[in-house]
Structure formats: C-alpha cells, structure tokens
C-alpha cells in the first residue's frame, strides 16, 4: 500500500500592513491571520515588505517552496511599481541592465513603462533575484522613490483578479505550472 502526500497550496493578495512571518515578536500584524481555517499548517513561501502587498503563495510542500525560493532557480517576480515623477531612458536603461547594490550588479530585469503623466509613472518590473529590498532599492540607484509596490506574478503564475487581503487555493493546473517552473 501506498501513501498518498497531500499538499495544501494557497494564493494571497497581501495587503500593507502584514508582516511575512508565522508569528511577530513585535506585536505587528501578520499573514498567517488571513488565511481560511481550512489552511492548516502552511507557510508563506518567499517574502514581501511590511509596505509591500500582491502575490504571496502559502504551501507545506517544503520541496516546492524550496525550488520557487532559491536564487539558483531564478524565478521571476513581476512588479508593478509607481514612482514620483517621470523616468527617463537612462534611467531604464540602467535597470534593465542591472545597477550596483552593496558592491554587486543585480541581474538583468525588464522594465516596461505602463502609464505616466506629470505626478506618477507606473511601470511593471519583472526581476529574477530575491535580494532584500530589491525593487525599492534598483529605483533609488538611479534616484527614482517607490511610493507603492505590488507584485503581480510569480513566474507566470498571476495574481488576477483576487481582491486585497484575499485568499484562496491554487487550482490544479496552477500546482502543476509550479511544480514544473
């Protein structure tokens, strides 16, 4: 006879507010709060900033939290970020192809600029690296402030239409898609 192991996998729209963490010794709000009764004993997988919201999987599958969390593996992350102001093309250009932080280059990202007008720019950024800050502190290197950061995919795998502070499980053919990235 076999054992079957079951996983449990869940999709979140983090809000501002949450800390990544099973529990805060500070007293913060965080993740694990939000999540359905049914979820059992997941974990978050991967990290946003206390400031940062969007697309945060959950799972106790350790193997695919593993795979989607090492540097090695080099899976992207898509952003959309809003900056003060107007970006110019030397500025892209130096995020596309990697600025200098704590003495080393960050890896090559795409980044698409998706509205502007005179107060804000948004743009989607798409990163494959997992440094601390990484999105915040690529836009300060070219002297460019983030006021609002979101990520939006995990590799292909999209937030959608899921509201803010939302949870629910990932269907099967989004497992499969993680399993096999």
Known sequence: MTLREEHEYFIMNKPKGYVCTVKDDKGRKTVMELLPEEAGRV?????????????????DDGDLAFRITHPRNEITKTYLVK??????????????????????????SVVKVIETDKAFTRL??????????????????????????????????????????????????????????
């Open 43 to 59: 974990y978050p997988v991967g990290r946003l900033d206390y400031d940062t919201e969007g697309l945060l999987l959950f799972t």
């Open 83 to 108: 900056i003060e102001g107007s970006i110019g093309d030397n500025e892209l250009n130096r995020l596309r192809a990697g600025v200098e932080l704590d003495g080393k280059r960050t890896n090559k």
């Open 124 to 181: 989607h950024v798409t990163v494959s690296e997992g440094r601390y800050h990484l999105v915040r502190r690529m836009f300060e290197a070219v002297g460019k402030e983030v006021v609002f950061l979101k990520r939006i995919k995990i590799g292909e795998l999209s937030l959608g239409s899921l509201e803010r502070g939302k949870v629910r499980r990932l269907h099967a053919d989004e497992i499969f898609y993680l399993k096999n990235i």
